[in-house]
């Protein structure tokens, strides 16, 4: 776990010689972001400077200044989600951190790559509008990224279906423990071509037989093992 402090003291933890734009160059090579994301990459890629490319931020917070900067809505939830993608995508890494006084404080987030390690001199104003962030803007020296990316991007597509289903059924009587023999029992059948309306399909039918039972769960326990590592780390 890191010490919180100010931005000159979150500097040390420092991994690269930090230039704004390149952060945002290296961030668009790799990923097709929505309005709202690349936003989020311009945020970021300013609360990275006076730390070197080290920055800390409550959630919260970065949903307020992200509000009154775009004069767009964010949740929280996405905000949450967001800092998880770049992690994913190897933008940035996520630590735990703790003032001088052990109490838990807000995670530092740490800039792991950028287009080169070479200093901007000469900065740029991100432009007020979102560019193109077309795979096809990818030369050919990187375009075997893409593969990778794509790969990410599934993965992170089916933590969101996931989340997003417990979050919609767990108000019906589908705790963790039950919603995760579910999900288990769903992702051993290869064959499905749209996951998340046949995750929801299920769920619903557990509810079905819930409610018709009074609150007895159909499943064979004995047959199902719980995988709770099925659920992304952000569900609780």
């Not at 998880?84 to 933008?91: A, F, N, T």
């Not at 893409?146 to 009587?173: H, M, W």
């Not at 769960?217 to 995988?227: A, L, P, Q, T």
Request: with cysteine; proline share 3%; net charge positive.
């Amino acid at each position: 776990m890191l010490l919180n402090g100010k931005s000159e003291d979150l500097s040390k933890y420092s991994k690269v010689k930090y230039a704004a734009q390149l952060f945002v160059d290296k961030a668009k090579e790799v990923w097709e972001y929505s309005d709202l994301q690349i936003r989020c990459i311009y945020l970021i890629s300013d609360l990275a400077k006076k730390g070197n490319g080290v920055f800390s931020i409550a959630h919260s917070t970065f949903k307020n200044m992200f509000e009154q900067r775009f004069d767009m809505k964010i949740s929280p939830s996405t905000v949450r989600r967001f800092f998880g993608l770049m992690e994913k995508l190897g933008l940035l890494s996520i630590n735990e951190a703790k003032r001088k006084n052990n109490s838990q404080s807000a995670n530092i987030y740490i800039v792991e790559q950028q287009s080169n390690d070479q200093k901007d001199e000469h900065p740029q104003e991100h432009p007020p509008e979102p560019l193109n962030t077309s795979f096809q803007e990818v030369n050919d020296k990187q375009k075997p990224l893409i593969n990778t990316v794509n790969t990410v991007k599934q993965d992170v597509d089916q933590d969101k279906i996931i989340f997003d289903a417990y979050l919609e059924f767990k108000d019906s009587g589908i705790d963790k423990s039950l919603f995760n023999r579910v999900l288990s029992q769903v992702q051993k059948n290869k064959g499905i071509r749209n996951f998340g309306a046949y995750l929801r399909g299920t769920l619903n039918k557990v509810t079905g037989y819930k409610d018709a039972s009074n609150g007895t769960e159909f499943f064979d326990e004995s047959r199902i093992k719980v995988d709770t590592s099925k659920i992304p780390f952000y569900y609780d």
